[in-house]
Antibody, heavy 115, light 110 residues
Framework: QVQLVQSGAEVRKPGSSVKVSCKAS????????ISWVRQAPGQGLEWMGR????????NYAQQFQGRVTITADKSTSTAYMELSSLRSEDTAVYYC????????WGQGTLVTVSS | QSALTQPASVSGSPGQSITISCTGT?????????VSWYQQHPGKAPKLMIY???KRPSGVSNRFSGSKSGNTASLTISGLQAEDEADYYC??????????FGGGTKLTVL
């Protein structure tokens, strides 16, 4: 059974960057597809991008192109999502999710952007 | 990439059936049988309920079913129960290794 454990809550100032981690266990990390999905307070789910770990090549949603970087470290079975040029609208819970159909989710990481 | 269109809310009484629609375009829902549905209770991570339009993961009740016609996918919940009250999201493959979610639907069990 795949388990995803994310890093803890973060507070950042506008204009800065944040990097959230997602450590996987219980499966074969090199065959994973890890996506990042965010949810602003009271809002819906938004797909940000994903990485297929065996390829190491990320794909990003158009609205995040240039601001998000998704990477994977096979040696530690950990995926990362870094979002730059933060603004208040980026305040959200950020989830990692595994699989083509997101059958496993991390617990979520609250990122608060505030001056 | 525009979000898929879902009704903001639906409601039903216990035992009834409800259907939630998810309308996309020929670039996403209409072109691929890769629609999934997620249930999310407040403060919790989403849970996969349906994938590849009609398939149910192990452990998901057979009261949940999915379908698709043209650019619109649907989730039907039969025999509505109190614990079904939650937010529901559809998601579709949108080409070029990208995905798109619907705006979400709040289900109220009366």
């Amino acid at each position: 059974q795949v388990q995803l454990v994310q890093s803890g809550a973060e507070v950042r100032k506008p204009g800065s960057s944040v990097k959230v981690s997602c450590k996987a266990s219980g499966g074969t990390f090199s065959s994973y597809s890890i996506s990042w999905v965010r949810q602003a307070p009271g809002q819906g789910l938004e797909w940000m991008g994903r990485i297929i770990t065996i390829l190491g090549i990320p794909n990003y949603a158009q609205q995040f192109q240039g601001r998000v970087t998704i990477t994977a470290d096979k040696s530690t079975s950990t995926a990362y999502m870094e979002l730059s040029s933060l603004r208040s609208e980026d305040t959200a819970v950020y989830y990692c999710a595994e699989g083509d159909f997101f059958d496993h989710w991390g617990q979520g990481t609250l990122v608060t952007v505030s001056s | 990439q525009s979000a898929l269109t879902q009704p903001a809310s639906v409601s039903g009484s216990p035992g009834q059936s409800i259907t939630i629609s998810c309308t996309g375009t020929t670039s996403d829902v209409g072109s691929y049988n890769l629609v999934s549905w997620y249930q999310q209770h407040p403060g919790k991570a989403p849970k996969l309920m349906i994938y590849e339009v009609t398939k149910r993961p192990s452990g998901v009740s057979n009261r949940f079913s999915g379908s698709k016609s043209g650019n619109t996918a649907s989730l039907t919940i039969s025999g509505l129960q109190a614990e079904d009250e939650a937010d529901y999201y559809c998601c579709s493959y949108a080409g070029s290794s990208t995905l798109v979610f619907g705006g979400g639907t709040k289900l109220t069990v009366l």
